[in-house]
T-cell receptor
Framework: GAVVSQHPSWVICKSGTSVKIECRSLDFQATTMFWYRQFPKQSLMLMATSNEGSKATYEQGVEKDKFLINHASLTLSTLTVTSAHPEDSSFYIC????????????FGPGTRLTVT | GQNIDQPTEMTATEGAIVQINCTYQTSGFNGLFWYQQHAGEAPTFLSYNVLDGLEEKGRFSSFLSRSKGYSYLLLKELQMKDSASYLCAVLTGGGNKLTFGTGTQLKVEL
């Protein structure tokens, strides 16, 4: 149990275009989902916390107008990178926490974004 | 602010024991996680400590001292497949926010 999927697993896009990444909890309901970014040889950095039915909470330094987050249901959150630039190239990972309120976060497999 | 430190790299021999340390200074504390991450993959859960002491799970054990802001992950009977990055992460913000340490890249050699 506790499986989180992400789609796509990798994507290449041109500079200036937008990319949407989906995060789904497959066998549980998640009131809270988290979006992380990881650059090569670095650790995960929390970008934003997404709560179902409400606006996401962004970490300091993360542009909310550039990284649009929508958490429309208890099993789906999306991250849209708008007007992507090469410096946005990174590994984006989502995680989800069960509505049961467990402390543990279940991580998706990640999405490798390359902006050319 | 949040500060979580781990050694950057460690090397150990197959069959041996290795201890990966993590020190933290955070505003608030709701528990500490250890994750394993292979290159290009998502982190996988190893352990969770919220009270002081040792938690043992098979070849992996994790220790926590809240008064010292210190934890370690102990890996026994090392196998080649244990070569990975090990991430220490502290839960803060009333249990809502997970802050990751810098990660320790472990290399297991023959």
């Amino acid at each position: 149990g506790a499986v989180v999927s992400q789609h796509p697993s990798w994507v290449i896009c041109k500079s200036g275009t937008s990319v949407k990444i989906e995060c789904r909890s497959l066998d549980f309901q998640a009131t809270t989902m988290f979006w992380y970014r990881q650059f090569p040889k670095q650790s995960l950095m929390l970008m934003a916390t997404s709560n179902e039915g409400s606006k996401a909470t962004y970490e300091q330094g993360v542009e909310k107008d550039k990284f649009l987050i929508n958490h429309a249901s208890l099993t789906l959150s999306t991250l849209t990178v708008t007007s992507a630039h090469p410096e946005d190239s990174s590994f984006y990972i989502c995680s989800a926490r069960d509505v049961a309120g467990e402390r543990e976060q279940y991580f998706g497999p990640g999405t490798r974004l390359t902006v050319t | 602010g949040q500060n979580i430190d781990q050694p950057t790299e460690m090397t150990a021999t197959e069959g041996a024991i290795v201890q990966i340390n993590c020190t933290y200074q955070t505003s608030g504390f709701n528990g500490l996680f250890w994750y394993q991450q292979h290159a290009g993959e998502a982190p996988t859960f190893l352990s969770y400590n919220v009270l002081d002491g040792l938690e043992e799970k098979g070849r992996f054990s994790s220790f926590l001292s809240r008064s010292k802001g210190y934890s370690y992950l102990l890996l026994k009977e090392l196998q080649m497949k244990d070569s990975a990055s090990y991430l220490c992460a502290v839960l803060t913000g009333g249990g809502n926010k997970l802050t990751f340490g810098t990660g320790t890249q472990l290399k297991v050699e023959l």
